[in-house]
């Protein structure tokens, strides 16, 4: 599956743009519509987490790319250090599950909308190709995305080349 694409560079280099910076929210939020955001969109974390550490390093790169996603997706609701739990948590759950099954956990939250699955497989895509190198372990994790996520080979062809 090549992932090197235009739109796939396009969309990690507006990421990046949009990660860098400290990022906190403008505004103190209700700890009610925080708690919500973080269940909303804390499958989409951790797929990219996911996507990051794959290759046993992680770039500053991927992880702007990783906190402007969220960002965007939750209009800045949430701040690094929420995202640092995240990560915290997703790592101990690969420790003691390992990656295949935390992709099925978070590919079964997201397979309700067809529409989130395709967010997070695109968006796993751009943090894999934001450090601008793309290792075989990237590639095959890409490849699990699209499978536990219900998103067909044609579909992830056209996912990666039109966004």
């Known amino acids: 599956m090549n992932i090197d694409t235009n739109t796939i560079r396009r969309l990690r280099d507006g990421l990046i743009h949009r990660g860098a910076g400290d990022g906190e ?4 939020l209700p700890e009610a ?15 990219m987490y996911l996507m990051m550490q794959i290759d046993g390093h992680s770039d500053g790169a991927e992880l702007d790319a990783i906190r402007g996603a969220m960002r965007v997706l939750t209009d800045g609701a949430l701040n690094h250090v929420v995202l640092d739990d ?18 099925q ?31 075989d372990v990237e590639l095959t994790l890409i490849g699990s995305i699209a499978e536990w996520y219900g998103i ?4 992830s062809r056209e996912i990666l080349e039109d966004l």
């Open 25 to 28: 929210p403008t505004a103190q």
């Open 33 to 47: 519509y925080q708690q919500a955001v973080l269940e909303r969109f804390a499958p989409f974390a951790e797929t």
């Open 86 to 103: 995240i990560f915290e948590q997703s790592s101990r759950e690969v420790a003691a599950q390992g990656v295949e099954a935390r992709l």
């Open 105 to 135: 956990a978070v590919g079964t939250r997201l397979s309700v909308d067809r529409a989130d699955r395709e967010t997070a497989f695109s968006l796993a895509a751009a943090v894999a190709l934001a450090d601008n190198r793309l290792e």
């Open 152 to 155: 067909s080979g044609k579909r």
